[in-house]
């Protein structure tokens, strides 16, 4: 079960396999982990490996991060995958720890790859260990461990994100493996369009291993010419990677570009335009659900309460799509387009969102009030807990003159409405109940 006991680098591994980062030095991308004064770099480079959940999408390094701690430190290395492993593979890993470290005053690192599959009575199964500090976990996952660690192995380890790779950090790596002799492709003899290698990078979204399968997909595709060098085009790219591509430019400036004119359009209440960028972009071979899910985020976003609607419009565009497919459902989105573009406008709520995320970072994990915290334990009464609440349906107009924000926020308006849509009438409302509760507290 050492860590090491896996595919060797043969040229008869799978390309993303051989290529893997044998160090540091090598890992491209992850900066904030592993560049100078990076938390993974420290533990590594001063051999003090500590308890560690690794989360990140797939193809971000987590399991390469883990193998080359393993080759910086002094601790002895085990792993096994969380899928076909159970609690008796942790006893065994628990007896071999103990046993080096009796007999070779050594620690273990666990690496379990994920995690997330462990159920809660085989997570609790290291908490024991965790905590007594026999052996140090380092935990994969691409899942939030919030929700998928158990809260008492989540507290003793620390949390470490890793992010997708960008484009040009995955064109990097499949340049790298283009030209190693010893790992790479080099054997083969192959060249690369650089249309081609960009390609792969945007199809591979983040994903090193995606993007280094597709390479070597293509490689194998291609004829050798009269001097034995294969070529991958951008058609052998699309032929690899199984689908047809937009045909945007290298830093997929045009997607963005069609992108952010079809949300200008619609803040701009110009339905016209609105549509056509969107047929623009759905001609031009963009992923339907993309632009429902950009209409629901412009509906929160620039829509608001001026017309709740919006939001109901955009979620039952993205259903309809869902439930129709192309080409029929794409109509749904032209409905939502249009909806959203006549429709009064509003970012008050998205202007609230960052006076209260200011409001909480200036202030911090202020108390709740006692008199509007909940009660359900004798003891929590005795403490004061819900005295003095008023609940509202017994008082007129059901508004009760009470404080709701702790004292160090008393009075704060975060949320202003406007004077548009919907939101006026909201705006008049709120205007009428802050009068009446004046009135109460003045009495």
Request: aromatic share 8%.
């Amino acid at each position: 079960m050492d860590i090491f006991d896996t595919q060797e680098n043969s040229k008869s591994a799978p390309l993303a396999e051989r290529m893997r980062p044998s160090g540091l030095d090598e890992v491209v991308g992850q900066a904030q982990a592993v560049g100078p004064g990076g938390i993974l770099r420290r533990a590594a480079e001063e051999d003090r490996p500590f308890s560690m959940i690794l989360w990140g999408p797939p193809g971000c390094g987590k399991t390469t991060l883990a193998r080359i701690i393993a080759q910086q430190t002094s601790s002895i290395f085990v792993s096994f995958s969380a899928v076909g492993s159970g609690v008796q593979q942790i006893r065994e890993v628990v007896a071999q720890a103990k046993e080096s470290r009796a007999r070779l005053g050594k620690k273990t690192v666990l690496f379990v790859d994920e995690i997330h599959r462990f159920n809660k009575a085989q997570q609790d199964g290291f908490l024991p260990h965790v905590e007594s500090g026999l052996i140090t976990l380092v935990g994969a996952t691409t899942e939030n461990p919030s929700f998928e660690v158990n809260a008492p192995l989540l507290s003793r380890c620390r949390v470490v994100v890793l992010y997708p790779l960008s484009a040009g950090d995955i064109e990097k790596l499949l340049a790298r493996a283009l030209e190693d002799k010893e790992r790479g492709l080099s054997f083969l003899s192959v060249a690369a369009e650089a249309e081609a290698l960009s390609l792969i990078a945007d199809a591979a979204d983040g994903d090193a291993r995606r993007a280094l399968n597709a390479l070597e997909n293509a490689a194998f595709l291609c004829r050798p010419d009269t001097q034995g060098v294969r070529t991958i085009t951008r058609e052998i790219a699309e032929t690899a990677l199984q689908k047809k591509t937009l045909r945007y430019d290298k830093a997929g400036e045009e997607h963005y570009n069609l992108i952010s004119a079809l949300h200008k359009s619609l803040r701009g209440s110009d339905p016209d335009a609105s549509l056509y960028w969107l047929e623009r972009m759905l001609t031009g071979g963009e992923d339907p659900l993309y632009l429902a899910r950009r209409m629901v985020r412009f509906a929160v976003e620039d829509v608001g309460m001026a017309d709740p609607h919006a939001l109901t419009v955009a979620m039952a565009a993205m259903n309809a799509y869902h439930f129709l497919g192309s080409p029929e459902g794409e109509l749904a989105l032209y409905q939502a387009a249009a909806y959203l573009a006549t429709a009064p406008k509003s970012n008050a709520l998205y202007m609230a969102r960052y006076a209260v995320k200011e409001a909480i970072e200036k202030t911090g994990s202020l108390p709740v009030p006692l008199h509007i915290r909940n009660a359900p334990t004798k003891l929590m009464k005795d403490l004061g807990y819900g005295k003095g609440y008023q609940y509202a349906h017994d008082h007129p107009h059901a508004l009760a003159a009470q404080e709701n924000f702790p004292p160090e926020l008393s009075g704060r308006v975060f949320y202003e409405p406007t004077d548009r849509g919907y939101e006026k009438i909201v705006k008049d409302r709120l205007f009428r109940w802050r009068e009446y509760l004046k009135g109460l507290k003045k009495n």
